[in-house]
């Protein structure tokens, strides 16, 4: 049974809060990158689509998360935080040294980390490897990748999608946080990716387009990802950098800036204020 929407907006809050709290005790770290797909991360861990034990993070029959734009790991450790996989009092220890919480996320010092990324377009590829053992082993997980659009211009991610489409890999959803920036500017003046719905189709997925900080839309798509049979499922969620602190949002040159000690307040009050 999906949570009410109205839990999983009060958790995106506080998720948003720890990723600007402590990329700002860290004065380093992607903000912007990580509060974009905030609806995503917390419609999976807290709607009840995710299976996981965080008593047991190695739980062979848990569901996969692999977060393909590790640059965004603020927002993976406040998701495992949350959920009780790690201390919440940890996140804060951000990118310090001898803190488990790296710059990118680092598979085997955190638990609930199922890939170690960092290094763009890979994140695919491993969800693939996870989906396909999971059908040898006979389980039911799912495997769930978060890729960002700047690092779906990459080749690899395109090999990606054909092998998964011809071999239809259908335990399988990709979710693209189409936020239209990368580090150096705007995706669509970069290496444009449209018309990439039809693409997605053309190469044997079940694809859906969706608003990816309605979270009505958000868990109506995760919802409709098992009853695509036969085919992998991709959900292109169009969002926006920055989302959430107002100051932040779209502002392509925030791209792995801190905000600044002097600006925090002013985020906080935004995210409390919540999305407009």
């Known amino acids: 049974m999906t949570a009410p929407t109205h839990d ?35 419609a999976l861990y807290f709607g009840g689509f995710l299976r996981y034990d965080p008593k047991r993070p190695d739980w062979p029959d848990r569901d996969r998360l692999i ?7 603020p927002l993976l450790y406040a998701l ?28 085997k010092r955190v638990p609930g980390v199922e890939a170690s990324t960092g290094s763009l377009g890979q994140g695919l590829s491993v969800g693939i490897g996870h989906a396909l053992a999971a059908k040898l082993d006979g389980r039911s997980s799912r495997v769930y ?19 998964a489409g011809v071999h239809a890999v259908d335990n399988l959803t990709l979710i693209i946080d189409r936020n239209g ?20 189709e ?3 997925w079940d694809t ?7 979270m009505d839309e958000v868990t109506k798509a995760l919802e409709w990802c098992p009853g695509s049979v036969g085919q992998p499922q ?16 779209e502002q392509g040159n925030w791209h792995g800036k801190p905000l600044a000690q002097d600006d925090l307040a002013q985020a906080l009050a935004d995210i409390e204020r919540g999305l407009r």
Not at 84 to 99: A, M, N, P, Q, V
Not at 208 to 213: A, F, L, Q
């Open 8 to 42: 999983l907006l009060e958790t995106a809050k506080r998720v948003r809060r720890h990723i600007v709290t402590a990329t700002t005790a860290a004065k380093s770290g992607h903000p912007s990158s990580s509060l974009s797909a905030v609806e995503i991360g917390t």
């Open 67 to 73: 977060l393909s734009k590790g640059h965004a790991a």
């Open 80 to 107: 495992l935080a949350e959920s009780g996989f790690i201390s919440l009092d940890e996140i804060d220890t951000l990118r310090r040294f001898g803190s488990r919480l790296e710059g990118h996320p680092n598979m």
């Open 145 to 163: 990748v978060i890729q960002g659009d700047g690092e779906t211009q990459e080749g690899q991610v395109w090999e990606a999608m054909m092998f």
């Open 181 to 200: 920036y990368q580090q150096t500017g705007a995706v669509s003046e970069i290496q444009p990716l449209d018309p990439l719905v039809e693409k997605l």
């Open 202 to 204: 053309a190469f044997g």
């Open 208 to 214: 859906i387009e969706i608003d990816g900080h309605n």
């Open 234 to 249: 991709a959900i292109v969620a169009n969002t926006r950098k920055g989302r959430g602190v107002d100051f932040l949002e």
